[in-house]
């Protein structure tokens, strides 16, 4: 068992996107999807300049693992295909790449350009692992992220990657700690999220 930990330096609900009972981490942080696996833990935490600096934001178990057409096609998740006529936690569907012959698609979402069209940056970064990890026994805090007591402030990432922790005794420890102190599923909003405002994030 491995526990995966980075910073999240923005959070909109699209990765990970913890909505309609799943949280899903299908775009961005392609090392940590290419690695991990069933029974692994993956957790991110508020960068440095902002209010949330070092605490968590989400943790999630890996469940299940699809590839991005076998994510597209399942009918569990075709509600996570971007919808913008609804609301806007639609709006920031995470179901966004499939193929069509050997073309990838990337669908109009937040790693489009504004207009809808593909934005390859994000296109290639997040393709490059055909992987999406899918959990349903997460925590996802958002804008109420907590603090974590220090005896396990070992597992808080700080910079820029991402940290891997291999040590069974202090994971589980852990998970007992967050299940003895905290309800499963959504606790926040994006903490990024603007009221009446889509974001398209253009890749860096």
Request: with cysteine; net charge neutral.
């Amino acid at each position: 068992m491995k526990f995966y930990s980075y910073v999240i330096p923005r959070d909109y609900g699209f990765a990970p996107n913890p909505y309609f009972d799943y949280c899903t981490l299908a775009n961005c942080k392609p090392v940590i999807r290419r690695c991990a696996q069933i029974g692994d833990w993956v957790s991110a935490y508020g960068a440095a300049r902002t209010i949330l600096h070092k605490k968590m934001v989400y943790l999630m178990r890996v469940d299940e693992i699809l590839t991005f057409d076998e994510y597209w096609e399942d009918n569990r998740f075709k509600i996570k295909r971007p919808f913008f006529n609804k609301g806007v936690i639609y709006m920031y569907g995470d179901n966004i790449y499939h193929h069509i012959n050997d073309s990838w698609v990337q669908e109009e979402s937040h790693h489009s350009m504004q207009d809808g069209s593909t934005n390859y940056i994000n296109l290639n970064r997040d393709t490059q692992t055909n992987r999406v990890l899918i959990s349903k026994d997460f925590y996802y805090f958002g804008n109420n992220a907590v603090s974590i007591p220090k005896e396990f402030s070992i597992l808080i990432a700080q910079g820029i990657g991402h940290r891997v922790y291999r040590d069974d005794n202090l994971i589980k420890e852990f998970v007992d700690y967050m299940n003895e102190n905290y309800e499963m599923g959504i606790q926040g909003i994006p903490y990024s999220r603007k009221i009446g405002k889509f974001a398209h994030y253009r890749g860096n």
